[in-house]
């Protein structure tokens, strides 16, 4: 996750006094209907890509059970004793699971986290937590599903920025997907405190599942905080960093931040989704010309990776910032 912290509105209002923020709802299940109801769809995502950087889809194909099973799941092993969750904690950024309860990227604030690669899942599953029972099978099949979710977004995204459905196909057929699986304690009520801080995510799309309220987005327009409402069975989309660099700036990462709850725990499931370790990413070439120069270098999230580590005590420090080509952002 890239700290933003320089380029956020500076109150910190309750949640309570902030507006909520209307987003677009978009039925994913139109995708597959006849090629007009597609096509809108395919608008309305890129309208939402180009102008928020956020929106919530239903109809997405994954059911209220699966995805209770994900809640229970990450809420079970919360509950574990501290000892066991603390066998998975490290300080190294690239191991394939890891646990903490207080982060040093800058951004955590109140937060206990379990991180974890997903796809492909033969190669990652033997590495997760054997303990609750029932993590390892309730986990997997959400995560599972939510890729399929994402395969489908990402198809979408590509094919409103006018580039050609199987573009990269393959990289994002064997691209990563990490799973941040987050739990944020109830606070007293009265209390304003933020669970993690500002922030945009790096990768190309995050999918987020929560058990309650808890999220709020920068809106762009009042370069203000606005509450993001929970909607029943719903999956809320971010666009990530190296979605603004892939469309060479046509769509905007979007900076958001987590608040705890005061009436009672939440849990977030972020399903993070990018190219493959090593991959670089960059500016599509259909997006590139004399009138549109790249606006980013291009990078991996391994490179990500290692500038988290490098930059642990310079929190201001943005890793979309270090990508920007001087003269054209």
Known sequence: MSDTSSNVPQQQLPSEELQSQPMPVINLGHLSLDPTSRCRVVDDIARACRDLGYFQVINHGISQSVMDDAIEAATDFFNLPSETKEEYAS??????????????DGISMSRAFLKHYAHPLCDWLQYWPQQPPIYREYMAKYAVEVRGVALKLMEAILEGLGL??????????EGLQLLSVNCYPKVSEGDTTIGLAAHSDYGLLTILLTSCRGLEVVDRSSNSWKVVQKLPHALHVHIGDHMEVLSNGRIKTVVHRAVLNPREERISIASIHGFAL??????????????????YKESSFNDFLEHLTANLDNRQRNFLETLECKGHI
């Open 164 to 173: 050609d459905t199987e573009y990269m196909h393959v990289k994002f057929d």
């Open 278 to 295: 090593h991959e670089k990413v960059s500016s599509a070439k259909e997006l590139v010309d004399e009138k549109n120069p790249p606006k």
């Open 91 to 104: 300080d190294d950024l690239q191991q394939p699971v890891r646990y903490d309860t207080s982060s040093k």
